[in-house]
């Protein structure tokens, strides 16, 4: 099940549909022009075009946005209508859609032959890279304002307040800037 998102949170929707029978190397041209097109639209963090892993199966289409605004934006515009004409000719009915919000978007990720997640040493050290800074600024202007709580309620705040800024400020921004090296072997 799909969380419902807010308007600021990065959202990521998923298209699932099957090309024509002969027609997967058009289909994904399409795709891939879309793709070029929405790179235009303020708030997209980019795509990904994942083939089917066997012949019964289908293509997914993840489109990342920065807010549900954006994603609407895109849905709205009259691009995104040309591009789905396209995609008619060459798509074999009409696509399966499911959104994926905060957490559930870094860790529900679809399956893909040959799509490997980046090694652990770099997921931890861009990890690293963004808990750091951020727990160090929590630590340096919140903490001070939670001194006379109890030790587990100032820890409890801080690591919430932590989380939801890795989830919806700090990872999704580190993410899209180092993708070519978290994906580089």
């Known amino acids: 099940m799909s969380a419902s998102p807010t308007a600021a949170s ?3 929707r998923i298209a699932k549909r099957k090309a024509k029978p002969g027609c997967e190397s058009a ?3 399409v795709v891939r022009g879309m793709f070029a097109e929405t790179g235009k639209f303020p708030g997209f963090l980019g795509a990904d075009l994942i083939p089917p892993q066997g012949p019964d199966e289908v293509y997914q289409v993840v489109m990342r946005f920065a807010s549900q605004a954006d994603l609407d ?4 515009s009259e691009a995104r209508q040309q591009w789905h004409e396209r995609l008619s000719t060459v798509a074999d009915g009409d696509p ?6 905060g957490l559930e978007a870094w860790f529900a990720l679809p399956a ?11 997921m ?18 919140v903490a001070p304002l939670l001194g006379a709580l109890p030790f587990l309620v100032r820890t409890a705040i801080i690591t919430g307040l932590a989380v939801l800024m890795m989830t919806w400020l700090v990872m999704p921004r580190l993410v899209g800037r180092f993708k070519g090296w978290l994906t580089r072997t």
Do not use: C, H
């Open 124 to 141: 931890a050290a861009l990890t690293w890279l963004g808990i750091f800074p951020t727990v160090s600024l929590l630590l340096f202007f």
């Open 96 to 101: 399966d859609y499911r959104l994926l919000t």
């Open 73 to 76: 934006r895109w849905d709205a």
């Open 10 to 12: 990065p959202i990521s």
């Open 27 to 29: 289909y994904e041209a």
């Open 112 to 122: 893909a032959p040959g799509n490997q997640p980046p090694v652990r040493w770099k």
